[in-house]
């Protein structure tokens, strides 16, 4: 699938020429990276990432001992496996080379039983496998054999493969229901989908297997639970099949219900899928914020409980909301229902894409809905809010996380469920499909501006019969659909999609318009954090304000009844920035020397305010931003 | 001074009846106490106070460890000033026994050069005065000089008075400018104060310039920061007559505020008294609760910054109110000015009034203005919020820090400053005071319905010429005052004091009106937690929502510009209970299975709301509470 789209042809180009350049020199600890450890009481602050250094010193190749954390070795895996995806749009021989020297580089330091962790094998060897509540073992293993897909697939080059194949082996013999093997699992998930994918590539049984045991083992015996890690936070209070609500660590429970999703797929384990579905409506029914974040809290990057979305204090980890993405992917797998594909998109275009800054090499970890830079600075309960996107991380699971996840949008547009075609993303692409006898060739361009236009042309060298649906998206209100150029008088919708089924011959067109009004959403009364507040959302794209157009104070700042916008566009590349008139509340000398005071009448004047959307917050330097804005 | 008020007296009894044999039985280690530690990651929880039996074990007379904090002992110290203070209202043997015993105690446990603190005896005997910035030593001593001037005053027994000074003068000879003594001071305030009690109980001069050294020593270089140590933490960021703003922990800051104030008072230090000035203006007009609560964090127990007061993560420890009603006391020596006394009246009947349960049984640490019971026990950053008052704490500084307080409450109503008598709190009482050269008999009796009236007698048995300022509360919009029953036309006010300058003569009566309107009440449109909120109050109480009565979702409840006030009073002892119409939102059908939608028309339906004083929360279960309420 080649993509051709204003949009995200530039985040490919900015992944290839500078997201992974920079992530590459990042690794190495190469001069001038600006390294932030993601709150203070982070037990392993590091100044640098040193994961390559990891690497070389595990294999002999350099002197000196392991640094940072026990799951640095992943930042390595989720580099390499950006490498592949971008290899699948762009050939870029210097990037393959440095791949193919990371790859040496662990062909070299796993060990001969196919185990590779630099942290236990430079610091603890005799705690391998003995800490699993915390050592992320598993995880990383996890991350090599995602890399290895992709790699291999995009490139054929197997030793990836081989390499992977071999450490979820040395799992495979170590963990299992068998007397001799050890019972038990990684408390941080992530080997789970990944083998599932290594089952999907090699067709071995045993992979299969060996997620749907580390998905059943888990439960409240399984872990030497202390501390920090309760079982909440290790979403073992229960075992995952019976599991009802969104717990504890907001990305562990992510991977893990994309393992759940992606091993009952091919199992057809319907108690697990029951829990999928379960506790996909816990999250998007009550813990989720319209940016498509998730965990409420920076203590335990959590889940906390219903309707507890708390704009400032909040966590909305990057990788959390990658990680709705890839569930949301995974049950799209299960159900073709428009409201997975409308969540998968939510979280892709607002807090994913927030992560990283317009230049590629900025990144956040957290993504506040709501920043006021003094409360970062000097408020305890927001020191894990940053004003600007730090370059690196202590803990940097998060860069390489989007440069995989964006570097594979492809994955996320399209899917073939029932022998039908399914578009989940509106994104321009052209692309050669075979469905079911047929052949064809698709082409899709898209106009995003005061309404989306999908023109989709199909290619047919032989009449073929085939079925194609588009997602209706849930932030258009309606839709004018037509079939080479004549309209559907009575569309068949199915599910939220709209079902095209006829038999395609030479070229024809389908040419569907959603209307993408400017929205003022509201979120349910039981959300306290934003009542009587409105969030402004376009298309995929929620807003928000930024000092930098609005001033500060930006919570004086209300819309009123009378609010009308209007769509102004400084960039063809990117999303309209939204222009309206509000009101902004006059504070006066009557407050002067007054904290406390009865009968001060407020004023308010006319505002021109300027939304600009979320994903592109931070941009322009230190400044408020506010996702939610009071309304008269 | 006897106090006849139908709502203090009411907490006299309360204190010598119940609070006290009450806090003895916790100090004891009684059967059926529920201790609660203060929050998760306290580093010593305790499940016992083991206070008196610290005592013990160090005066050789029981065996086994310290267990505790090691500021453990100052919970006896400070019960036993409370003893004292109410010996001064009630004759009472049994408290003064008990007393006794535990003076007893503290001598047995004193070593010969008058050191005393059971943690550093029994535990780390090598690191006394070596780990000035957490190890309390010197606040200790603080206390139990503190204990020993009001026990000696209410009872002329001068043993507990010999071990403070004793201790005062080890302290003295270990700390100092001179080369041969240490130099520093204590990482928790509070000796400095009590110095100056002692001072002017004793006339020795020597403890008012070492609580000048220990104030004036602190600074960037005094301490061994660390971690959780840090300069803002300690005050210790500048040196305090330098700083400009409340810094660091709540209780602290106001410990220190209070001896610098009451210091400068002898010394005449202008820097030091200018410090106070500042640091008042910063929290009354910027960093100071509605409720005369202080600390917006937890983190810390601290401080934040200008107008950052989160309802519901705050900290609002009753011991930093108790602390700010310390300092405005201390500010009134210097400047007879309604400013002070208006805070010092807040913070006392509300935040720190808050700090006990109605039965005298159970005490608040932390002081929401929001409670939401789900969030306390589900969202780790309100877990240090509790929902209802526990027995007793791990680290119990606020139980006995009320009994002392409120047992004083005469200390805090009046003053007589350059030969003019002050009345700041009304309150019913009747004394005998020299004023001048004359000797008058006072008598103040108080109702407080839809108006405060105060009726003031001075009898004189001679004609004598005084003085009597009254302060015009705050919260008062109009009085009307009248001598032997003529109005004055135009009476003399000063720095917000009704003044009144006569020859008395026989028993003549000064009468005031003040009107005590409901009050809704704004707070400055920086404070962005209450933007758009109103919270109620009448006379000195701050109001509140509480579930018992207005049902759950308090956050959906909101006034009107129609709202309108009545007043009820169930019990004739305690303030009347508020009711009035008010609107609540209706969460109807339209949001089933919905977070965020558009276009949703809120439905507002009447709704009759009851506000009871902030104080008296939390004395009917488990429920939400609220003090801003929206207002349309």
Redesign the interface.
Known sequence: MKIHDSFWSGYLRLIKGTVLPFQWSALNDEEGIRVEIENSDAPIPTEKSHAIANLKIAAGLASGTHQGYWFQDTDVYKWLEGVGHILNHFPDKELETLADEAIDLIEAAMEPDGYLNTFYQLRTPELKFKQLHLSHEMYCCGHLIEAAVAYYTATGKDKILRLACKFADCIDQNFGPEEHKRHGTDGHQEIEPALVKLYQLTGEEKYLKLAGYLLDVRGPDCFDFESFYTPKYLQAYARPKEQETAEGHAVRMMYMLTGMAETALHTGDGEMLAACHRIW?NI???R?Y?TGGIG?????E?F??DY?L?ND?MYCETCASIGLIYFARAMLNHEQDSRYADVMERALYNNALAGMGRDGKQYFYVNPLES?P??NQ????RGHVKSTRPDWFGCACCPPNLARTVSSIEKYMTSIAGGEYYTHLYIGYESEVSLGESSLTLRQEIAFDHRLDVTFTVDAKQPAGAVFNFRIPGWSRSFEACVNGKKLDNPQISHGYLKISKVWSGSETVTITFDAPV??????????AD??KV?IQKGPFVYCLEEADNGD?L??VRLTPETVFTETRPNPLYPPTLVCNGER?E?GGE?E??????G?T?RYRPARLTFVPYYSWANRGVGEMLVWV?KR
Chains 1, 2 share one sequence.
């Open positions: 409506e998007t029914t009550r989720m319209i409420s809290t920076n203590i335990g959590a906390t409980f507890d708390p204090t006021f003094a409360a000097n408020s305890p309960n929205l003022q959403v509201s979120a349910h009364p039981f959300v306290r009542a009587g969030a104070n919570h004086l509340l504070v407050w020397g007054k904290l406390y005071a009865c001060q407020p009071s």
